[in-house]
């Protein structure tokens, strides 16, 4: 009965290397939201979709695509990896965009570019 | 832009010590504050929020929050830490559907 599910657990990739992180939530939840944790356990929104639609676009490079099949889904493409990619990437989700929502966490996908 | 920050980079306490950690917030307006424990190898999981009304906020395991508007701050407290509460806490404060968190603080309690 996972709330926020994400896979693969841990990803070990080279650089130039194009890796997907696939998440899913079963909470009937409308928003969901991608974060990155660095080294410095520092946590950062990349984005958020509502419904399907992209509401929330950090300053992210553009290797990083996030697709939403259905609001249950939210993905994540990085193209062409770096070194610097190395980090815990976060899904959460959350009822509504809404600024009172509580968002809840998947249990994070350990990326390292080697 | 609203920031967060947390000044307390690494606490360390023995059990049964009380627990003070700091947060405070930089936006003047409404806002929506949540602190949130990410356990080892584990994800983040809510301990409590704040929104409106009682500035004291009780949350899980009996940690609790206090609200204080004139010091822009929201800090975690529990009366007796355990050793089971080790663990990374973060403070985090919604604005506009996003969370900005601060930058956690490191909590390991010695048995």
Redesign the interface.
């Known amino acids: 009965d996972t709330a926020v599910s994400q896979t693969p657990k841990y990803l070990v990739t080279q650089m130039g290397n194009d890796k997907s992180i696939k998440c899913e939530q079963n909470l009937g939840h409308d928003t969901m939201y991608w974060y990155k944790q660095d080294s410095k356990k520092f946590l950062k929104i990349m984005f958020s979709y509502n419904n399907k639609e992209l509401i929330i676009n950090e300053t992210v490079p553009n290797r990083f695509s996030p697709k939403s099949p259905d609001k249950a889904h939210l993905n994540l493409h990085i193209n062409s990896l770096e070194l610097g990619d190395s980090a815990v990437y976060f899904c959460a989700s959350s009822p509504s965009s809404g600024r009172r929502d509580t968002q809840y966490f998947g249990p994070g996908t350990r990326l390292t570019v080697l | 832009a609203q920031s967060v920050s947390q000044h307390n980079h690494h606490v360390i306490l023995s059990e049964a010590a009380s627990l003070e950690l700091g947060c405070n917030y930089s936006y003047g307006g409404?806002v929506?504050l949540?602190w949130?424990v990410?356990y080892p190898g584990?994800?983040?999981?809510?301990l409590l929020?704040y929104?409106s009304g009682d500035p004291l906020v009780k949350g899980i395991k009996g940690f609790e929050a206090e609200f204080i508007k004139s010091k822009f701050s929201f800090n975690l407290r529990k009366p007796s830490v355990q050793w089971s509460d080790t663990a990374?806490y973060?403070c985090a404060a919604?604005?506009?559907?996003?969370?900005?968190?601060g930058?956690?603080t490191?909590l390991s309690v010695k048995p």
Not at chain 2, 42 to 46: D, F, K, W
């Open positions: 409404t929506n949540f949130y990410q584990q994800h983040l999981q809510l929020k929104f990374e973060f919604n604005q506009g559907g996003k969370l900005i968190f930058q956690g490191e």
